[in-house]
């Protein structure tokens, strides 16, 4: 039996999804000349979302479930050094295009703090938290809210700048816009500026950036301009249902990317 989170997406890795990843994954090395079994690999990416979903130690790992959990963190390492958990992703994506299709039209980006009580070279003073060290999430989202990029840097770095970098960190080929086809970026204030409207015309998107003074009571309202930020919002509230995620104890970005690569691929899934 399959569990479920209550956003409906699975603890374990479902047969037809497992058809799909299974060919994303190195090859297992020869053992023509002996030498231990190769552990299983369905196995070991169930505990990898076991410590996503619980946000458990590695240590904690259930053995008996799992195996031995340093076999699960050293399989975690390889597939991280070979961007398995982006083409994971990547392909998630292009599941959820084949039966829905991404939402183009209508996208949204926004940043949120993290915290990381144990530091770690990449992270930076949380300008939120009394200067406690951080990082923050870049993310982009569909019109569903699906993620389709995420980007993570210290939690002192403004979002403004990263605008052009998480607009380019697809792990798969944006469509580009036309007047048939157009692309709306959904942005707040701290994008109410030349540098970022400069980005967003260069991506050929049309923008919609919320006013750093608040909007006019009697300001014009557009046909169809009903709020859509939200929805990058609500995704980085998904995020938090992934334990691992709310917290960051990772010692590089690396792995922290590899979390979230998995995380977005189940939400697309």
């Not at 700048?161 to 970026?185: G, K, S, T, Y």
Request: net charge positive; aromatic share 10%.
């Amino acid at each position: 039996m399959w569990h479920y989170a209550s956003m409906s997406t699975p603890r374990q890795v479902p047969d037809d999804l497992w058809g799909e990843l299974e060919q994303l994954l190195p090859a297992a090395p020869s053992h023509a000349k002996g030498g231990r079994n190769r552990a299983n690999d369905r196995t070991l990416l169930d505990g990898m979302l076991h410590v996503l979903w619980t946000g458990g130690a590695w240590r904690a790992l259930p053995r008996l479930v799992f195996g031995p959990w340093q076999t699960v963190y050293d399989r975690f390492a390889e597939w991280k050094r070979a961007g398995v958990f982006e083409q994971i992703w990547a392909r998630c994506l292009h599941l959820y295009d084949r039966k829905l299709g991404i939402e183009w039209q209508w996208q949204s980006a926004d940043g949120t703090m993290v915290r990381a009580p144990a530091g770690g070279k990449e992270a930076g003073p949380n300008p939120t938290d009394r200067g406690k060290p951080g990082y923050k999430e870049h993310l982009l989202v569909d019109g569903r809210g699906v993620p389709l990029s995420t980007v993570s840097t210290a939690a002192n770095v403004n979002d403004g700048p990263m605008l052009p970098q998480v607009l380019n960190a697809l792990p798969i080929v944006r469509p580009q816009p036309d007047r048939a086809h157009p692309q709306h970026l959904c942005l707040d204030a701290a994008f109410d500026n030349a540098p970022a409207r400069e980005v967003i015309c260069e991506e050929r998107y049309t923008g919609h950036i919320a006013p750093k003074g608040g909007r006019a009571p009697k300001g014009i309202v557009h046909p169809g301009g009903q709020a859509r930020r939200w929805k990058v919002e609500r995704t980085h509230a998904w995020h938090d249902r992934f334990r691992r995620l709310v917290v960051n104890w990772e010692k590089t970005l690396a792995s922290r990317y590899a979390f979230i690569c998995l995380a977005n691929a189940l939400i697309a899934y």
